[in-house]
């Protein structure tokens, strides 16, 4: 059991997400025009006759005892207060089955109605009847899916971490806090004590582990114990950096007004484009944070508001706040540690014909495991349309929690973006997995382990001191100006998120804004991958929605169906041409095929879900393959693709496109020594042009770059300054501009002393 909490709630009503002192406020919110929506609808919950309350017609009696109540307290309306009680211990006798799905988010919510009445009525309650209130408050707790009290379960994922503990047993718990503290006591233990310093460890990334769907159902609920201590005069009892989860939905926002899908997900319908659990999210966290950016993006997915999100969002939204527009933003966020992911866009352009493009690089620094998929190294390309896509769908009789196509497919690597190995005997090792109590049989997808045989972590301790851990963060770099950048560039050791069947994976991405229309922009995805056995098969996967067409070396993928029109390019430059395999699967019968077997997902979806991928594998075995991608986007009627050309030396390794020459450690490791770099062709069509070269995986000082030419006569060279720039520990990245002339560019490293440590360990990157 967890400790009593020291913060007790004061010993005055209503107390409950307001005191008295806020009622003034409320008051006035109900004149204003950007809360309308909400307070008229509160205005017509309180309408319902009794009888009506538990009517088809009704939305919910729940919602008729919270609305009276409310007018009971801004309107001093005793009518509706006693209509609210009468309610409300009508209700609180309902009998559930507890065996029924998610029926605890409906018992939990007629907990919270009836606390809402008995403290914010609390004078028109009798001492007879908060002892009935109180005896079926903790009946119901009984069949609260994480018992009562509340030890089932774990502190970062499952249905205990949403409204049950966090809002509806908490809040109960302080309304009949005076009269029985118990329920508080052991509600409020279990959030402060588990559930706080779970999120306050994956905050400050800014990114919420179970995705784009269950991310922000889950993050929804972490919200109210935000708003309910701090309104008992608390303060607020998470890492301020809670402030920051909101960006990641606007990151990856899609032109045409979809997210990037991430973790146990339903693709969207064609024209479904709002998010009302966004809207109600931003509406809150923006009042709360006074978070300008958050308030237009409610804006933009203004609509209905769920039913039972409509009282919290006149509660705790605040119309004072206001917007500004998104392109005040950078255009590159980088969701820190612990999660280690990096979001790249060209612009904030709505609209299915908008030049926008968005690209998502994920290391995946931590697998949190229920809604979360083993994608650590993935990655996701959109222009005007979806083109390098997650796929699979979480819907359908095969498609939800626990089904062949959820566990076997979707929520595998083999349905993303990212790299497999091969080890037939994988079986052998790990044959089972577990969740939800539940056991079952392992399949071999080449892919990532699932940590800990598939089951979450229960505290922060059981994460971090058990298998979680399954990439680090290497290095991350954007500029040269951090606000509307040209390059954006992280790489991840990856390495443990697989068997021991993987020696090293190191994955460095390079996203690339020409900001130019007719060639938005490029991803570039170096691998470098080790088996444990040269004969374990390496695949490196790109997912699409329509079928691609391979010829040579080249993949082309387009979205040309339903308005889209964007197209993507990837040039398979490593393995070279004839070390190099590039084979496409998907189509009837394939859509979701994990060798031997199509893990069929019957719910006709919406085309986002996919059914294609290229899988491109070296021919010769070897334990250790390099594999380098670009891809560049278009559109479809538009320019042909630029040309891409390997260019390489003995310790170097990268890709020539556009006017970029960018190049990455073949080793791996960090280059301290002397690098002379691949030359141009010479062609005139490069001469005398302005170049960008970038160079990754640099260690840390003072780097200048020279151009060496042949002198007129004898054997000594002639040499040019062309940059000296400080790399920094965290980047490990030196870029710079130079009009191209003939000769060999060299890179000399003059290292650091101690003196220097601080200096270079921190801060901006090399430009």
Known sequence: MNPKPIMTPPPEHPRLFLRKQHLPKLREYMERPELKQAWERLVKYSEYSLEEAHSEHCPG?????????LMYLLKEDRKAGWKAKTLALTSITKNFNPNFQDISRDI???????AIVYDWCYELVTEEERAFFIRHFKRLAELLECGYPPVKEGAFVGHSCEWMIQRDMLG???AIYDEDPEMYEVSAGRVLHQMVPARNFFYPSGWHHQGDGYGGVRFQCELYPTFIFDRMGFGNVYDPAQSEVGYQWIYTRRPDGKLLRDGDTTPVMLKQTKYTRLHFIYSILGGYYKDPYFITQSQKDEGRFQDKDVLFAFLFADPDVQAKPLEELPLTRYFGAPTGVMVARTGWEDGIDSKTVVAEMKVGMYQ???HQHLDAGAFQL???GNLAIDSGSYKGSSGKYHSPHNKYYFKRTIAHNT???????????????KDGGLVWPNVNDGGQRWPNEGRPPLTLDDLLNKDFKRADVLAHAIGPDPIRPDFSYIKGDITAAYSNKMKQFQRSFLFLNFKDDSHPAALIVFDRVVSANADFRKYWLLHSIEEPHIEGSRTTISRSEDGYNGQLVNDTLLPAQGNQQIEKVGGPGKEYWVFGTNY??????TKEQGEWRIEVSPREPASEDLFLNVMQVKDIDGPAALPTVKVETESVVGAKINDWVVLFSKSGEKLQ??????????NADELGREWHYWVADLAPGVWTAELESPASQGAEWERRHLATETVTGEGGVLHWTWTAATGRIRLSCRGRGDADQARFGEGGNAQ
Not at 600 to 605: A, L
Not at 673 to 682: A, F, Q, R, W, Y
Request: proline share 7%; glycine share 8%.
């Open 673 to 682: 020594e002397d690098i002379v770099l691949p030359e141009l062709s010479g």
């Open 382 to 384: 959109y222009y005007k």
């Open 61 to 69: 009696d729940v919602y008729v005892i919270e609305a009276n109540a």
């Open 600 to 605: 069929v997902n019957d719910f006709p979806g």
């Open 368 to 370: 949190y495991n229920n």
């Open 419 to 433: 790299m497999l190995v091969y080890d037939p005997d994988e079986l052998q090792q790990y044959p089972y997995v």
């Open 172 to 174: 109960t718990g302080i």
């Open 108 to 114: 939990g919510r007629l907990m919270l109605a009836g």
